[in-house]
Nanobody, 122 residues
Framework: QVQLVESGGGSVQAGGSLRLSCATS????????MGWYRQAPGKQRELVAA???????TYSDSVKGRFTVSRDNAKNTMYLQMNSLKAEDSATYFC????????????????WGQGTQVTVYS
């Protein structure tokens, strides 16, 4: 089973920045699409950004222009740079490695990280 270790969450004032990291333990990382999802209390988990091995990425409209997803295949690590944070960005952020080379609706074959909390205060 692939291990995903997230880090970089925390509390930040609105307008500030955080960088999340998701490190994997398996070399298949370079062939798989990966994504960042978030879930706020009482809300459904939603896609924030996803990236494929070539570096092509997609973003939700709510974070476009503020967040940047990237990956370092040599380090088996994915990042999420979050700038201009807003209170509504507060959530638990999860990384996901898709069992495929392209992003899609998550299935039971995909692997989730344990989540990292992001709190944005005004």
């Amino acid at each position: 089973q692939v291990q995903l270790v997230e880090s970089g969450g925390g509390s930040v004032q609105a307008g500030g920045s955080l960088r999340l990291s998701c490190a994997t333990s398996k070399a298949i990382f370079s062939h798989n699409a990966m994504g960042w999802y978030r879930q706020a209390p009482g809300k459904q988990r939603e896609l924030v950004a996803a990236i494929v091995s070539s570096g092509y990425a997609t973003y939700s409209d709510s974070v476009k222009g503020r967040f940047t997803v990237s990956r370092d295949n040599a380090k088996n690590t994915m990042y999420l740079q979050m700038n201009s944070l807003k209170a509504e960005d507060s959530a638990t952020y999860f990384c996901l490695i898709y069992a495929s080379s392209w992003y899609r609706t998550p299935t039971g074959d995909d692997q989730w990280g344990q989540g990292t909390q992001v709190t944005v205060y005004s």
